[in-house]
Nanobody
Framework: QLQLVESGGGLVQPGGSLRLSCAASGRGFSRYSLAWFRQISGKEREFVSGISFSGNTHYGDFVKGRFTISRDIAKNTLALQMNNLKREDTAVYYC????????????????WGQGTQVTVSS
């Protein structure tokens, strides 16, 4: 079982950058597929980026090269570097984990953090 805690959200101007982190506690971190989701107010939670247990990375279409996902197995952490942020990136961002191959549907993830707010505004 994993416990996930996100950090790094905040207020940033359009075009700026933020780095989100997710600290995991529990056993077997390296065998989990990990992902970032976001939930824009009034909308369903959507897939942002994922990294499989083998290290392959995946991104939502809207990312378009602006975000980079990474993990540090030794430190049990997941990160999301977000560059060239846009107002439409404003959302609560969640990290998630599942014991299996990566997936894009929130329902397929077993473990979730509490979320961190990202606000892009001038």
């Amino acid at each position: 079982q994993l416990q996930l805690v996100e950090s790094g959200g905040g207020l940033v101007q359009p075009g700026g950058s933020l780095r989100l982190s997710c600290a995991a506690s529990g056993r077997g971190f390296s065998r989990y597929s990990l992902a970032w989701f976001r939930q824009i107010s009034g909308k369903e939670r959507e897939f942002v980026s994922g990294i499989s247990f083998s290290g392959n990375t995946h991104y939502g279409d809207f990312v378009k090269g602006r975000f980079t996902i990474s993990r540090d197995i030794a430190k049990n952490t997941l990160a999301l570097q977000m560059n060239n942020l846009k107002r439409e990136d404003t959302a609560v961002y969640y990290c998630a984990a599942r014991d299996g191959v990566w997936a894009t549907r929130p329902s397929e993830y077993e473990y979730w953090g509490q979320g961190t707010q990202v606000t892009v505004s001038s």
